[in-house]
């Protein structure tokens, strides 16, 4: 059984930097990508950036140019690394997995991603 726990979480001033981990244990090795989306309260949950394992990235527009994802190569952990945070950036980040993913297209929809963390509280003061 595989599980997902992201880390990282803090109260950072406007403009500073946070990374996110995504620490993933068990059965990994049918786990094609990774995500991480965020949620603020009465939202939706809103895509960030994902990664599969070939290396292919997707990001949000609004982050594409501030926030980087990573993967270790023994599929243990992924990265978000948050860069000049800004205070709409504040929300809750949740890693997710795609067991199905095979190739092509990095899936953006959250229910693409079959299975979640917990979740780590990003705030970001102005």
């Known amino acids: 059984q595989v599980q997902l726990e992201e880390s990282g979480g803090a109260v950072v001033q406007a403009g500073g930097s946070l990374r996110l981990s995504c620490s993933i244990s068990?059965?990994?090795?049918?786990?094609?990508?990774m995500a991480w989306f965020r949620q603020t309260k009465g939202t939706e949950h809103e895509f960030v950036a994902a990664?599969?394992?070939?290396?292919?990235?997707e990001f949000l527009d609004s982050v594409k140019d501030r926030f980087t994802i990573s993967t270790d190569n023994a599929k243990t952990a992924v990265y978000l690394q948050m860069n000049k945070l800004q205070a709409d950036d504040t929300a809750i980040y949740y890693c997710?997995?795609?067991?199905?993913?095979?190739?092509?297209?990095?899936?953006?929809?959250?229910?693409?991603?079959?299975?979640w963390g917990q979740g780590t509280q990003v705030t970001v003061s102005s």
């Open positions: 990664i599969t394992w070939d290396r292919r990235t």
């Open positions: 068990g059965r990994t090795f049918n786990i094609g990508a």
């Open positions: 997710a997995a795609d067991f199905m993913w095979v190739g092509g297209q990095v899936m953006r929809e959250k229910t693409k991603y079959q299975l």
